[in-house]
């Protein structure tokens, strides 16, 4: 083999090390945002997210690494590794055809650098094509039965589980807040309610004439004055999603009575701290709902500077990943302001695009509720 062509194909096996290697990395900065993105692709449970996401990072590692050594390379390596990129062009396909070739981040590279679909599915066809290539021209020289690659995938794994461990959860225990609001609102004695109203209506409407025809028996000369708009009646109580979360440091809280603010951050997000800022500047007008912030369990040491750069400090809480997403809902991103009146959303913005928030649209909302 000519020396020119030792050095293609050297250069070609670095160059997959480097993309693997790569892609793991920015899969890891952060780790929650890939596990979310499995999530939202409703390939796994929150709870399973966790292991699927670092096992999956640390394969791409062990294949890197792979690439660069001859033990099995052949055999196991280069098959194993087109396999697998196969199968993510066929996931990358259906998601083209689901949602579009330039909808979203596939996230093969994390949020490190963004890449659509068509991008990725273009990506792993070429790196089909070099390990093709490398199969075809690169030689064994050891026994079929070494377990070098074997051993890189299990440190690896072992690596990245023990650099970034995680607290289990078991899926029952991802909707029991759902199942306790709906518990709640059986016992609710919501008939009784309705039938006391109805029963006292004639009564209260009588009382009410009363009162109107005394008034205008002594004002019937009196000049006409403004009034203010009736203020628009309360809606009735029920639970949200935010009901359990009732301690705000030493503050006992029930976020399902009257006006409340109740804001989803994470500590280290530019777009939170900026809608915090704005918020703050609006809770100075009178009469502004209570705010709450729920930090996603994320660079909680970045909370004090969050404030900082806020320029006010909410009562607020840590929230551990998966049940905080879960709060947000599949698909939806900080940061996340909800505006309740006794537990009904009245309004609610999540991300930074279509549905982000609007300090003009969140005033008039307060304004006309």
């Not at 068509?118 to 094509?129: D, F, P, Y």
């Not at 703050?280 to 909680?300: A, G, R």
């Not at 309740?340 to 649209?361: M, P, Q, R, T, V």
Request: proline letters at 5%; hydrophobic letters at 45%.
């Amino acid at each position: 083999m000519s020396k020119q062509k030792i050095y293609i194909l050297w250069s070609l096996r670095i160059l997959v090390f480097i993309l693997f290697l790569l892609s793991a990395i920015a899969k890891l900065v952060p780790v929650w945002a890939f596990e979310k993105q499995l999530v939202d692709l409703q390939l796994f449970t929150w709870c399973q997210a966790p292991y699927f996401a670092r096992f999956i990072i640390a394969v791409e590692i062990a294949i890197g690494f792979a690439i660069l050594q001859n033990n099995l390379i052949k055999r196991l390596v280069i098959p194993a590794t087109i396999l697998l990129l196969l199968a993510f062009c066929i996931h990358l396909s259906i998601q083209i055809y689901q949602f579009g070739a330039m909808n979203g981040n596939c996230g093969c590279f994390g949020q490190l650098i963004p890449m659509t679909p068509l991008e990725a599915l273009i990506k792993n066809i070429i790196t089909i094509g070099i390990l093709a290539y490398l199969y075809k021209n690169v030689t064994e020289k050891v026994p079929r039965k070494s377990l070098v690659p074997v051993v890189l995938v299990v440190a690896s794994q072992a690596v990245v589980f023990l650099s970034f461990p995680f607290k289990p959860c078991s899926d029952t225990q991802e909707t029991p807040q759902t199942t306790a609001v709906e518990e709640v609102q059986q016992t609710e004695p919501v008939v009784e309610i309705k039938d006391t109203v109805q029963n006292d209506k004639t009564e209260v409407q009588v009382k009410a004439a009363e009162v109107v025809k005394k008034e205008l028996q002594g004002k019937a000369d009196a000049p006409v004055e403004k009034t203010a708009p009736a203020e628009k009646p309360a809606p009735a109580k029920k639970h949200s999603q935010f009901s359990k979360f009732s301690m705000f440091g030493d503050k006992k809280v029930n976020l399902d009575e009257g006006k409340k603010i109740v804001c989803m951050f994470a500590a280290g997000c530019d777009h939170c701290r900026e809608t915090a800022k704005t918020i703050c500047e609006l809770s100075q007008q009178k009469d502004f709902p209570e705010v709450y912030i729920l930090f996603m369990d994320e660079e909680t040491f970045l909370i004090d500077e969050f404030f900082t750069v806020a320029k006010c400090r909410f009562p607020h809480q840590v929230v551990d990943i998966p049940q905080f997403w879960n709060l947000l809902g599949i698909g939806k991103t900080t940061p996340g302001v909800f505006y309740l009146w006794n537990g009904n959303i009245i309004k609610s913005y999540e991300g930074i695009d279509k549905n982000k928030f609007d300090a003009k649209d969140f005033t008039k909302a307060l304004d006309s509720n």
